[in-house]
């Protein structure tokens, strides 16, 4: 398999600020893969991804048609976009356009990631935002083996999408930014195990 760690990360309100937070972070020791779905229209999606690339060494790449995905590689949804397995490596392309009530929807990546192979670390973390988008994802992915983390109610700005993704994922994790950040960090640090 071509990546070693896959860190899928879901935002709506309030979001963009926390993503620079993380992204500001990381340093030479990551080594995993950050796919970022952030509730945007998606003509805005360059602007953003100039912004993360000022404050980040890792490339930022949009999904604007089918990607395989690398380690030490950061990926923004500009539309909705699912992850699939393809000769033993990992793709990530955009949806067909359809009826989805977000742009991107979070619950389509993270379901798209549960039905990946299971030997492949899998971290879904779920920041502030309003409404439910991620949380049916989520379940799916924790049902599946994978690491659910979500944002704290204190930390939050909104508390929608943690709160009902932890409602749905019970044994979900809950942390700060801080605490999202440090995980983050060693989920896909230097001693993760290539696949």
């Known amino acids: 398999m071509n990546i070693s760690a ?5 935002a709506s309100t309030g979001g963009p ?14 080594v995993g893969t950050i796919i970022i779905a952030q509730h945007m229209s998606a003509e805005f999606i360059p602007s953003f991804i100039n912004q993360l690339q000022s404050i980040v060494s ?5 999904v604007e048609h089918p990607l395989k995905i ?10 909705t976009s699912r992850l699939f397995q393809k000769n033993g490596e990992i793709w990530l ?3 067909e356009e359809g009826d989805y009530p977000y742009n991107p929807q979070i ?8 039905a ?3 030997s492949l670390k899998r971290l879904g973390v779920i920041l502030t935002g309003i409404g439910d988008d991620g949380a049916n994802g989520s379940l799916s992915l924790f049902d599946s083996g994978g ?3 979500f944002e704290s109610e204190e930390s939050a700005i909104v508390f929608g999408m943690p709160r009902r993704a932890k409602e749905l994922v019970s044994n979900g994790n809950v942390g700060s930014i801080d605490e999202i950040i440090d995980r983050i960090k060693e989920y896909g640090g230097l001693n993760v195990r290539l696949a």
């Not at 896959?6 to 879901?10: A, E, P, Q």
């Not at 890792?58 to 949009?62: G, K, Q, R, V, Y």
């Open 6 to 10: 896959l860190i899928l990360i879901g």
């Open 17 to 30: 600020g926390r993503i620079y937070s993380i992204l500001s972070a990381l340093d030479d020791h990551f």
């Open 58 to 62: 890792l490339p930022i790449s949009s």
């Open 70 to 79: 690398e380690n030490r590689h950061i990926y923004v949804c500009s539309v």
């Open 93 to 95: 392309e955009p949806m």
């Open 107 to 114: 619950d389509r990546l993270f379901s798209s990631a549960a």
């Open 116 to 118: 990946l192979p299971s």
């Open 147 to 149: 690491e659910c983390l």
